[in-house]
T-cell receptor, first 113, second 112 residues
Framework: QKEVEQDPGPLSVPEGAIVSLNCTYS??????FMWYRQYSRKGPELLMY????GNKEDGRFTAQVDKSSKYISLFIRDSQPSDSATYLC?????????????FGTGTRLTIIP | DAGVTQSPTHLIKTRGQQVTLRCSPKSGHDTVSWYQQALGQGPQFIFQYYEEEERQRGNFPDRFSGHQFPNYSSELNVNALLLGDSALYLC???????????FGPGTRLTVT
């Protein structure tokens, strides 16, 4: 069983819709939760991070963490064609700068104009 | 301010050969991590370098080795290449905070 599970999609939604992306994990030691966006043939770009449980909002993006269920989500409001990319969740066990990131497989998202 | 840079962009090698990939971290960063991303998969952690030493290693064989230089740049070496080593190799740099790992564009390695 993988430590981090993520539905690979692909997911296609019309422009303007709300997008929900999710990951589940099995390692209780994870405390930091990140979402990365990766365009085709590019490196991942950090979108948001959250520590422990709770919500965090940044513009059209909202990240949620439920540690009791070992479940994290990323919501994208008013989705735009430029949001079309692969979204990767990532997790680490500490904030000391020497912890590896454990990634999900990524969800490929397409926003249809 | 230049971000993380990697070279070369693309590389084609034959089974059994050796390859060296290079990474320059973002200005001010002292920690470099390497990841392997196979097609359709998430990045997998290879190892991390800090103060010119390997600080942490993922589940990769000894064919994968690395080095960090005094200017914090880093190299990833892979010996005895296998077809399964074909992937996008990503370098990420950071300082202090694990979540602030900035990735480079990657080097796409094809082994034939």
């Amino acid at each position: 069983q993988k430590e981090v599970e993520q539905d690979p999609g692909p997911l296609s939604v019309p422009e303007g819709a709300i997008v929900s992306l999710n990951c589940t994990y099995s390692n209780s030691a994870f405390q930091y939760f990140m979402w990365y966006r990766q365009y085709s043939r590019k490196g991942p770009e950090l979108l948001m991070y959250t520590y422990s449980s709770g919500n965090k909002e940044d513009g059209r993006f909202t990240a949620q963490v439920d540690k009791s269920s070992k479940y994290i989500s990323l919501f994208i409001r008013d989705s735009q064609p430029s949001d079309s990319a692969t979204y990767l969740c990532a997790m680490s066990g500490s904030n000391f700068g020497n912890e590896k990131l454990t990634f999900g497989t990524g969800t490929r998202l397409t926003i249809i104009p | 301010d230049a971000g993380v840079t990697q070279s070369p962009t693309h590389l084609i090698k034959t089974r059994g050969q050796q390859v060296t990939l290079r990474c320059s971290p973002k200005s001010g960063h002292d920690t470099v991590s390497w990841y392997q991303q196979a097609l359709g998969q998430g990045p997998q952690f290879i190892f991390q370098y800090y103060e010119e030493e390997e600080r942490q290693r993922g589940n990769f064989p000894d064919r994968f080795s690395g080095h960090q230089f005094p200017n914090y740049s880093s190299e990833l070496n892979v010996n005895a290449l296998l077809l399964g080593d074909s992937a996008l190799y990503l370098c990420a740099s950071s300082q202090d905070r694990a979540y602030e790992q900035y990735f480079g564009p990657g080097t796409r390695l094809t082994v034939t």
